[in-house]
């Protein structure tokens, strides 16, 4: 029997939906989300690192229902707790990443795997936790060397969209949401032309260009304040627009706009549209924020350092000013953390605890290092409160490792996430045992 055409179509379409199912489910992630906490779990004899305050050795930490409950040397443990010798170990809280785009591209070079940039130019009522991918082989990667929360942030246009600060275990981006609405992203053009050989734009066209973006810039704050205005008045019949709406707690000063911004006229650019409109200011980026020390500290703008693994911004430059830039924010009193930088490859994001060692190996101390990834980051995000230092009545978010978590030979050997134990394999362990194998077959063989 011969089917009818469009019968024939529908059932191709349905063929093809099933196998494409098929393959995504296939290439998921084979972790499993880790299991609600059943009963109080002490660790007991290791190096505890508060991060908020002293180190404790051969301290003891107990965490029960997801939150820690006690954190000392003579702390006593609950009845029925699970004791976890972690003697000549070391307990820190779970490092966090303040700028990524970790669940939103898979492989950077593969356009069908990225959804972190939406179309168009102005798109305040982007959440970028929404189009988070939980399967990503990414997320094991990164937590597998202590990396357990993430800032997750759009890119793309002049008003990217929200961020969001995300656990790493969980089955939907629903579980791994620490919270929403961290900040809108605004990405700040260039103040002075580009004059480098692959610059294809002239440098009146680059100033056009400026102007256009800021103009947009100011155009989007004056629409968004008109409509918040016609919003809240008396019998408003104003119809509900996404973008505004999600404009008002930018305008309200209890969302912050995070800017990117490196060189010193954007910096100065960003404080000054920040403070006429009377928002609150994050930086990302930073590269010349040392610079502009006295102007940030009046508007209490902090930093986020994009990585100390890159190129000088100038030709002119030290070498080390990437490297030296955390110990130069420190000096100069700037609030800052650290990021693992890279925005457009998140494949890196394991490598944060290596971006704050660098900086220590540059001036800055081992304490202050070991905050930067930690408790700083928490502080400048609003999640200080459950995350970034281990303390009683916080989130039982942390791990344990072999040794000090700055140095590459340290292994982390387990992590919890508000007290859930964390399945700490991953692509690349997998791979390291497949060819293992491979290569005891071949000695096998040969003798």
């Given at each position: 029997?011969?089917?009818p055409?469009?019968?024939y179509?529908?059932?191709?379409?349905?063929?093809?939906?099933?196998?494409?199912?098929?393959?995504?489910?296939?290439?998921?992630?084979?972790?499993?989300?880790?299991?609600?906490q059943?009963?109080?779990?002490?660790?007991?004899?290791?190096?505890?690192?508060?991060?908020?305050?002293e180190?404790?050795v051969?301290?003891?930490?107990?965490?029960?229902?997801?939150?820690i409950?006690?954190?000392?040397k003579?702390t006593?443990?609950?009845?029925?707790a699970e004791?976890?010798?972690?003697?000549g170990?070391?307990?820190?809280?779970?490092?966090?990443?303040?700028?990524?785009?970790?669940?939103?591209?898979e492989?950077?070079?593969?356009?069908?795997?990225?959804?972190?940039?939406?179309a168009?130019?102005?798109?305040?009522?982007?959440?970028a936790?929404?189009a988070?991918?939980?399967?990503?082989e990414?997320?094991p990667?990164?937590?597998?060397?202590?990396?357990?929360?993430?800032?997750?942030?759009?890119?793309?246009?002049l008003?990217?969209?929200?961020?969001a600060?995300?656990?790493?275990?969980g089955?939907?981006?629903?579980?791994?949401?620490?919270?929403?609405d961290i900040?809108?992203?605004?990405?700040?053009?260039?103040?002075?032309?580009?004059t480098?050989?692959?610059?294809?734009?002239?440098?009146?066209?680059?100033?056009?260009?400026?102007d256009?973006a800021l103009?947009n810039?100011?155009?989007?704050?004056?629409?968004a304040?008109a409509?918040?205005?016609?919003r809240?008045?008396?019998?408003?019949?104003?119809?509900?627009d996404?973008?505004?709406?999600?404009?008002?707690?930018v305008?309200?000063?209890?969302?912050?706009?995070i800017?990117a911004?490196?060189?010193?006229?954007q910096?100065q650019?960003?404080?000054?549209?920040?403070?006429?409109?009377?928002?609150?200011?994050?930086?990302?980026?930073?590269?010349?924020?040392?610079?502009?020390?006295?102007l940030?500290?009046?508007?209490?703008?902090?930093v986020?350092?994009?990585?100390?693994?890159?190129?000088?911004?100038?030709?002119?430059?030290?070498?080390?000013?990437?490297f030296?830039?955390?110990?130069?924010?420190?000096?100069?009193?700037?609030?800052?953390c650290?990021?693992?930088?890279?925005?457009?490859?998140?494949?890196?994001?394991?490598?944060?605890?290596?971006?704050?060692?660098?900086?220590?190996?540059f001036?800055?101390?081992?304490?202050?290092?070991?905050?930067?990834?930690t408790?700083?980051?928490?502080?400048?995000?609003?999640?200080?409160?459950?995350?970034?230092?281990?303390?009683?009545?916080?989130?039982?978010?942390?791990f344990?490792?072999?040794?000090?978590?700055?140095?590459?030979?340290?292994?982390?050997?387990?992590?919890?996430?508000?007290?859930?134990?964390?399945?700490?394999?991953?692509?690349?362990?997998?791979?390291?045992?497949?060819?293992?194998e491979?290569?005891?077959?071949i000695?096998?063989?040969?003798?």
């Amino acid at each position: 029997m011969t089917l009818p055409t469009s019968k024939y179509s529908h059932l191709v379409a349905l063929v093809l939906l099933f196998v494409v199912a098929c393959a995504a489910t296939a290439n998921a992630g084979p972790e499993i989300p880790g299991a609600p906490q059943r009963r109080p779990i002490a660790l007991v004899g290791g190096t505890v690192h508060t991060v908020s305050g002293e180190t404790l050795v051969g301290g003891t930490l107990v965490f029960d229902n997801g939150r820690i409950t006690a954190v000392g040397k003579k702390t006593s443990i609950p009845a029925g707790a699970e004791q976890i010798d972690v003697a000549g170990k070391h307990v820190y809280p779970g490092l966090l990443d303040a700028y990524t785009q970790l669940g939103l591209i898979e492989i950077g070079a593969v356009r069908a795997t990225n959804d972190y940039h939406e179309a168009g130019q102005i798109n305040p009522n982007v959440k970028a936790q929404v189009a988070v991918n939980p399967d990503s082989e990414l997320i094991p990667v990164t937590r597998s060397n202590g990396v357990l929360l993430a800032l997750t942030a759009p890119m793309g246009g002049l008003i990217a969209g929200r961020s969001a600060v995300l656990e790493l275990d969980g089955w939907t981006w629903e579980d791994m949401t620490l919270r929403g609405d961290i900040g809108l992203h605004v990405s700040w053009p260039n103040m002075s032309p580009v004059t480098e050989w692959w610059m294809e734009q002239s440098a009146k066209q680059q100033m056009e260009a400026r102007d256009k973006a800021l103009e947009n810039l100011r155009q989007s704050f004056d629409d968004a304040r008109a409509y918040w205005k016609s919003r809240t008045a008396p019998q408003s019949r104003q119809p509900v627009d996404a973008r505004w709406e999600a404009m008002i707690p930018v305008l309200e000063g209890r969302l912050p706009l995070i800017v990117a911004a490196d060189e010193a006229q954007q910096i100065q650019a960003a404080v000054a549209f920040a403070a006429a409109q009377q928002v609150k200011l994050i930086l990302y980026g930073g590269y010349d924020a040392p610079y502009c020390a006295d102007l940030l500290k009046q508007y209490d703008v902090p930093v986020i350092v994009a990585g100390t693994y890159r190129l000088p911004l100038r030709r002119g430059d030290d070498y080390d000013a990437p490297f030296t830039l955390p110990q130069r924010l420190r000096q100069a009193g700037i609030k800052f953390c650290i990021a693992s930088g890279d925005r457009t490859n998140a494949s890196n994001v394991r490598n944060l605890p290596y971006d704050a060692a660098n900086a220590v190996a540059f001036g800055l101390s081992q304490d202050e290092a070991l905050k930067a990834i930690t408790l700083y980051p928490a502080q400048v995000l609003g999640v200080a409160d459950r995350v970034g230092s281990l303390e009683p009545g916080k989130d039982a978010t942390l791990f344990i490792a072999d040794g000090d978590i700055l140095e590459t030979a340290t292994h982390v050997e387990a992590a919890y996430i508000q007290g859930r134990a964390v399945d700490l394999s991953d692509r690349h362990k997998r791979l390291w045992q497949k060819y293992q194998e491979k290569y005891r077959r071949i000695e096998v063989k040969s003798n």
